[in-house]
């Protein structure tokens, strides 16, 4: 008993911004030379999305199973990506989904969002679930079919103006199932001619974002499946439109700060959807699998952050099967805290210097220095000092929020997925 009442006493202490864990950590880290309040400072002024579909209940082909408590409504998936940036200061905006999401007066959601010091986030449209779809959306060999797609992008592009969003953020499930199925290349005209219809009905100050994914629901091949795919079709369309990154769309052995760092460097590295997978896309919380690979991700966005401005949206994109949703939420936002604060302390001039010497493992290490650093106090301070709770999952247990929903709203409805 003694022992483990001394290790919750040390975990408390590892998230607590007063006493020795905090100034120990920014002791030794100004002693390593780092500007401990350049890293604050930025950490503040990281931004993550959290995703609507997040908070409902979803599942997998085999089964759902209910939460209690979960939102009735998107106005309830609003209420609790509110409390999450509330507890946790980085999350000022949700990304929603139509139909999932869809309402009679979006100002009216706007309105409510903003009530909560919430923004609407990024639109993402659906183009999979309706019958139609069975052989594409935007890539279908039918015009009518291709029509009703691009009406339904069109009408996202509505959608984000009436609730102040400036991103439409598109995933296809467009792709063929058995070899000779349809022309590859005929599908990619169309798609490349209802986008660039989309595109040009896009206002000024709005971005679109491609999101590729190698295969499912699609098996024998997708649309848009790599960020080749996606970057070329990009560039035909106009600067507005960028790739997006999600981390559960990739070949197993794909170096995803490789490609990370490539479209950083053709400038059209245009958001992410973060999440964690062991086999296929299994969106899981965030650095629950390979926090080592979202680091190195990181230390790819933080070496470019140096000399460039460019947007990028950082949102996850998670489904919750049999986790609580909203602690599920809050820890990938700390996950992504903690990768983020081991990235900013990466030694840039020793790793430069390692580089030119030709020292390949004095280049590792200095990775591996920051990667080893326990940054919990430094994220524990930055949430305080950003009115956010230094510990939010204890603050979320504490607060009562989930017992008070789950009395309000009983069973909930599903996210909208199936
Ligand atoms: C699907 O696999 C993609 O990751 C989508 O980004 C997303 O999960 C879906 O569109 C929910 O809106
Ligand atoms: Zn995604
Ligand atoms: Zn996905
Ligand atoms: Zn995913």
Partial sequence: MRGAGTRLEEEKALKSTEGPAYEGL?????ARGVDVDRVEGRLRSQRLETPSWGYGDTGTRFAVFPQRG???????????????????????????????????????????????????????????QEPGYRLGSVCHLDPDVRREATDHLLECVRVAGEVGSDVLSLWFADGTNYAGQDSFIERR???????????????????????????????????????????????????RAEVLVDLGHHAKEVNIEYVVALLLDEGRLGGFHFNNRKYGDDDLIVGSVNPFELFLIYVELVGAEEHSETRIDYMIDQTHNIEPKMEAMILSVMNLQEAYAKALLVDRRALDEARRAGDVLG?????????????????????????????????FKESGYAEKVAAERGEGAGAGWS
């Fill in 363 to 395: 280049a590792h290490r200095t990775l591996l220095d920051a990667y080893a650093t326990d940054v919990r106090p430094l994220c524990a301070k930055v949430r305080e000092d950003l009115g956010a709770a230094a510990d939010p999952i204890a603050a």
């Fill in 70 to 128: 979960v939102p009735r409504d998107p106005f309830e998936k609003v209420a609790d990506a509110a409390r999450v940036h509330g507890l946790t200061g980085v999350c000022p905006t949700v990304a929603v989904h139509i139909p999932w999401d869809r309402v009679d007066d979006y100002g009216e959601l706007r309105g409510h969002a903003e009530s909560l010091g919430l923004r609407i986030g990024a639109v993402n449209p659906n183009l999979f």
């Fill in 189 to 239: 005209h169309r798609m490349v001619d209802c986008l660039g219809e989309v595109y040009s009905a896009m206002p000024e100050s709005m971005r679109m974002l491609l999101e590729y994914k190698p295969y499912e629901p699609a098996f024998y091949h997708t649309d848009l499946a790599d960020w080749g795919a996606a970057l070329t079709v990009c560039q035909k369309l106009g600067d």
């Fill in 26 to 30: 920014s002791g030794t880290l100004a």
